[in-house]
């Protein structure tokens, strides 16, 4: 029996619909949002009043003289698109563990719209909690000194990577066989910013951890919202930053959507 693919009028319709449906679900349960601020304020509060001063002194606070949460802020709030991974693969995994992915499948609705729904909906609820993790950056000292053009760089290099890590999601929700699973998949995302440049310079590190730090794919995405923030150079940064959010993306995208696309059972 032939399959009628919906016109894409109907598939954006149907993706605002699922869309909807997710931003319903965000504010009913706000504490999907605070999980993605929690933690990295938390860091926040740890490395700039615990140990800032001593981190701060032992690498010159970044080598330039500032303070130091002017170094350690951008990783942390790169550390809240992370923890979003995690709110991302509990949605997905939610509906496909309740079963309403299957009453989904028997409805006359776009076969992308579910997926596409959910990494929106949960792209913005990410968003949403990384502006709230800049403001508590900015309420404890935190003093970028970008200009407008600068901040809109920065803005959609974090929504990028966001939607990177979205799909990535999508995948782990997908074939997570509990919720507990669908959330500790994700765990290494949120803590590898600190195996790189999050809080302290590669270059103060041992060999063997500063090989990985410099070439994992969070160091040049930190080093380019750094340089972007406090308007230090960005050097080659800014291109393997792209290129790694772009790999990240087409991985995520192609797994979410075949594993969603495989026939029950397979």
Not at 142 to 158: C, I, K, V
């Amino acid at each position: 029996m032939s399959v009628t693919t919906p016109a894409p009028s109907y598939a954006v319709r149907d993706t605002l619909t699922m869309l909807g449906r997710n931003l319903k679900r965000a504010r009913r349960y706000p504490s999907l949002t605070l999980a993605v601020v929690a933690m990295p304020v938390m860091m926040l509060l740890l490395f700039n009043y615990a140990f800032g001063s001593a981190l701060g002194n032992g690498i010159g606070a970044a080598e330039g003289g500032g303070e130091y949460i002017d170094y350690v802020a951008p990783g942390i709030i790169l550390m809240a698109v992370t923890a979003g991974a995690l709110t991302g693969a509990i949605s997905v995994c939610v509906d496909v563990t309740e079963g309403i992915v299957k009453r989904f499948r028997t409805l006359r609705i776009s076969p992308s719209a579910f997926l596409s729904g959910h990494v929106i909906g949960n792209a913005l609820q990410t968003l949403t909690g990384v502006v709230l993790v800049i403001a508590a950056a900015l309420a404890m000292g935190f003093r970028p000194s970008a200009t407008p053009l600068e901040w809109l760089a920065a803005a959609g290099l974090l929504t990028f990577l966001t939607v990177a890590l979205t799909w990535l999601a999508a995948g782990i929700g997908l074939v997570a066989k509990t919720v507990e699973s669908a959330s500790n998949i994700p765990m290494p995302l949120q803590f590898l910013p600190f195996l790189g440049s999050a809080i302290v310079p590669t270059d103060s590190m041992p060999t063997g951890l500063r090989w990985f730090a410099e070439y994992q794919p969070f160091t040049p995405v930190i080093e380019t919202l750094r340089g972007l923030l406090m308007g230090s150079a960005i050097g080659n940064s800014g291109w393997a930053a792209l290129a790694w959010i772009a790999g990240l993306t087409l991985i995520g995208y192609v797994w979410a959507k075949r594993t969603f696309n495989r026939p029950a059972g397979h």
